[in-house]
């Protein structure tokens, strides 16, 4: 994420103590726009959050965060990617799933890390893309919609990380109409 994207980024919320904000990123910009929102969240703003991957393990997450000066003890994974043998697996700071097509455990990891951390926090949705690979679009659409009643209810900073090109445009219409923000960034 250039200088100019956080600009755009904090123009977009700086009147806002909680807000959800929809990022289409070009894949080539993927892994950079996440870490450099991640380290905006924790190192400028000192808000701990929740960090939900559905395309790497946490531990390579994890490691490329340390790697560019963010503090990943402020945050909670919940990891839909590593496969376990125990249901809902927890160590450290990861609540493992097993699996993007888990929605309700999905859910349930969310509530229960969005609990544990203190009165301000974010909640980071990587990606919503990977949903619809292993769900249907209406069990995503239903999803998505769940996500954003709870980042809502839970008065959070909510940021949802698509892909600009490997989602379906209803979709990205839905999560922008549910959203306060909407920021492409472009390759």
Known sequence: MSNSTISLF?????????YLVLITVSSKNYQKTNIDVIKFLINDEKTPGVYVTLNKPYNII???LKNNNVDA???IFIDGVTQTGNKNKKIKNCLF?????????ISMAMDQAVK???KEKFVFFDSINTLTIFNSPATVARFVHYLAGKMREWK???IIISLEKDV?????????????SRIDIKS
Not at 99 to 104: A, H, N, R, V, Y
Not at 168 to 180: F, G, H, I, K, P
Request: charged share 40%.
């Open 156 to 158: 959070i900073k909510g």
């Open 168 to 180: 379906e445009e209803s979709l990205l219409n839905e999560l922008t109409q549910l959203s306060d």
């Open 62 to 64: 994890e490691r490329s």
């Open 116 to 118: 544990a951390l203190p």
């Open 97 to 105: 799933i097993g699996s993007p097509e888990k929605l309700s455990d």
């Open 10 to 18: 904090k123009k977009e919320v700086k009147n806002l103590d909680d």
């Open 73 to 75: 003890r402020l945050i």
